[in-house]
């Protein structure tokens, strides 16, 4: 039943909803600290690496769609609790993986679990909360994620002086167990009246897209930019996603209503997430083998220092509030600006940099806590109470594929540059020149095995090389988020609502967009 002024328990609800989405937060970064210990336990290539984090994030992306349409039709509270069962038993399968394919599987597999949850969380938040409490309840939910990115490192950095890497999947079941049963006693069930269906023509479509995508841009370094597979693989994708646009327009029960991104606060809204999430997976994804195998520091010292972004914790809540004071385009700017201001710190480092790396991560953090509350609440503004997990799941979207591009785009540059920096194959000590070029982590095991001058010798050329890389690969993230506060600064509208309404009744949908998300 809807609460005209609210759930009376909607802030218990809440506290519940952002304990699922500290769950989701910590699994997205946790694994990066443990990336050399897994490659050395079931030898992974590079290309596995890259892998295990953006088969997580691919999978959570590419199907939160299809997932936000499902808590629609068959309920928000049954969706999310089917996502966080899933997400218990599939971390207790990554947890004991004996192969990279099977780690693969397992991350994969807890992304669409994940993707179950994420899109009715905000659905929730849009059904049991009020119009006027909207903005606040989604910067309290933008500063869970917020403790959950850097909580990721730091947790996975305790947890590896102690413990194997499989034990950072092991603490999702107890949080999860949490979870679940504080959503069966405090949450209400709601689901969309009239649901038209669903659209699984759709969500094959976006997801083999983005799939073959970012396959192409992680193999790239391998196979080659101009070789016929990367080719092929990204124009496959290309395609498929025009088809998946084609036939969102066409279909008579679309998974989302492509004619609702011509909203200027929907679309550019989902513009502004993409391009804060590009910047945040991008940067945190090198930065973390910057401060293992550059500053050669433990798993623990790294993940202390990932706290700098939790600044993030102070811009989420300020988002509202200067939503109100300076309007919606100047808050989004505002937040984009410092994330490109972030990274083009981040983009200046040296060899031994540290300072500066924890300032870049601490401007990013509070760019990305203003930027991202304003920018998702634009959204939920005008999706209608009927399309609210859609509507939800468009959020999710530019946050997971934009992080998925990023991770895969930096990853991509990175190798690419790393080993165009370095000497020729031949030119390095017999025997290990393809496992110096594979990885800044094999050239470091092979400096430690060789020892003396000579392994110093090459251990400072290949930190040298990689960070010569990772200023040229942040320089792209930074303007990234560049490029989108200045979209931005031209599409977003400057108020949150249009001056002249309320906004819409308690389950009713947005004056301005009624007929548009309801398909007609």
């Given amino acids: 039943m809807k609460h005209p002024g609210g759930h009376p328990d909607r802030w218990k609800i809440l506290a519940i909803l952002c304990l699922s989405l500290v769950l989701i937060g910590l699994d997205t970064l946790i694994l990066n600290l443990a990336l050399p210990s897994i490659q050395t336990d079931l030898d992974a290539s590079s290309s596995q690496l890259q892998w295990t984090v953006d088969?997580?994030?691919?999978?959570?992306?590419?199907?939160?769609?299809?997932?936000?349409?499902?808590?629609?039709?068959?309920?928000?509270?049954?969706?999310?609790?089917?996502?966080?069962?899933?997400?218990?038993?599939?971390?207790?399968?990554?947890?004991?993986?004996?192969?990279?394919?099977?780690?693969?599987?397992?991350?994969a597999l807890m992304g669409i679990s994940a993707a179950l949850m994420m899109p009715a969380t905000l659905a929730i938040i849009k059904d049991v909360f009020p119009l006027e409490e909207q903005g606040k309840a989604i910067g309290?939910?933008?500063?869970?994620?917020?403790?959950?990115?850097?909580?990721?490192?730091?947790?996975?950095?305790?947890?590896?002086?102690?413990?194997?890497?499989?034990?950072?999947?092991?603490?999702?079941?107890?949080?999860?167990?949490?979870?679940?049963?504080?959503?069966?006693?405090?949450?209400p069930e709601s689901r969309a009246e009239n649901h038209p269906g669903l659209d699984l023509v759709g969500a094959l479509l976006s997801v083999a897209g983005l799939v073959a995508i970012v396959y192409g841009l992680v193999e790239a370094p391998h196979n080659g930019w101009a070789d016929p597979v990367t080719l092929a693989s990204l124009t496959l994708g290309l395609a498929l996603m025009a088809a998946f646009v084609a036939w969102e327009r066409h279909t008579s029960k679309p998974m989302i209503t492509i004619g609702l991104f011509l909203n200027s606060r929907y679309g550019g809204g989902a513009l502004a997430i993409a391009c804060t999430s590009f910047g945040?997976?991008?940067?945190?994804?090198?930065?973390?083998?910057?401060?293992?195998?550059?500053?050669?520091?433990?798993?623990?010292?790294?993940?202390?220092?990932?706290?700098?972004?939790?600044?993030?914790?102070?811009?989420?809540?300020?988002?509202?509030?200067?939503?109100?004071?300076?309007?919606?385009?100047?808050?989004?700017?505002?937040?984009?600006?410092l994330c490109s201001a972030g990274l083009g710190v981040l983009a200046g480092l040296g060899v031994d940099d540290q300072t500066q790396a924890l300032v870049g991560l601490a401007v990013f953090g509070l760019g990305m806590g203003i930027a991202l509350p304003a920018a998702v609440d634009a959204i939920l503004v005008v999706s209608a109470a009927r399309q609210a997990g859609a509507g939800s799941a468009v959020a999710d979207v530019g946050m997971q594929v934009g992080g998925a591009l990023g991770i895969a785009v930096s990853g991509s540059l990175i190798v690419t540059l790393y080993r165009s920096e370095l000497p020729a194959a031949d030119q390095l000590p017999a025997g290990v020149g393809d496992t110096v070029r594979e990885s800044l982590a094999g050239a470091t095991a092979v400096a430690e095995q060789t020892g003396g001058a000579t392994g110093q010798r090459l251990l400072e050329?290949?930190?040298?090389?990689?960070?010569?890389?990772?200023?040229?690969?942040?320089?792209?993230?930074?303007?990234?988020?560049?490029?989108?506060?200045?979209?931005?600064?031209?599409?977003?509208?400057?108020?949150?609502?249009?001056?002249?309404?309320?906004g819409p009744e308690p389950g009713e949908p947005h004056r301005e967009t009624a007929e548009t998300a309801t398909g007609s």
């Fill in 461 to 502: 050329t290949a930190q040298q090389a990689f960070v010569s890389g990772f200023a040229a690969t942040l320089t792209v993230a930074a303007a990234v988020a560049a490029i989108g506060a200045i979209v931005s600064a031209f599409v977003l509208p400057r108020t949150r609502l249009d001056p002249d309404e309320d």
């Fill in 280 to 337: 945040l997976y991008s940067g945190l994804y090198l930065l973390t083998q910057y401060l293992q195998s550059v500053l050669e520091l433990d798993p623990l010292g790294a993940g202390l220092r990932m706290l700098a972004i939790g600044t993030m914790m102070i811009g989420a809540p300020l988002s509202p509030r200067l939503v109100e004071r300076l309007g919606l385009k100047a808050t989004v700017v505002v937040g984009l600006v």
């Fill in 55 to 107: 088969s997580y994030a691919l999978a959570f992306g590419g199907l939160l769609l299809m997932a936000g349409g499902l808590s629609d039709r068959f309920g928000r509270r049954r969706l999310l609790a089917l996502g966080l069962t899933a997400f218990a038993l599939t971390s207790l399968g990554a947890a004991f993986a004996n192969s990279p394919e099977l780690l693969i599987t397992f991350r």
């Fill in 140 to 187: 309290i939910w933008s500063g869970a994620a917020a403790v959950g990115v850097p909580l990721g490192p730091l947790v996975s950095g305790l947890l590896l002086e102690h413990f194997w890497w499989g034990s950072l999947f092991l603490i999702n079941v107890p949080l999860a167990a949490v979870a679940l049963v504080g959503a069966a006693k405090l949450i």
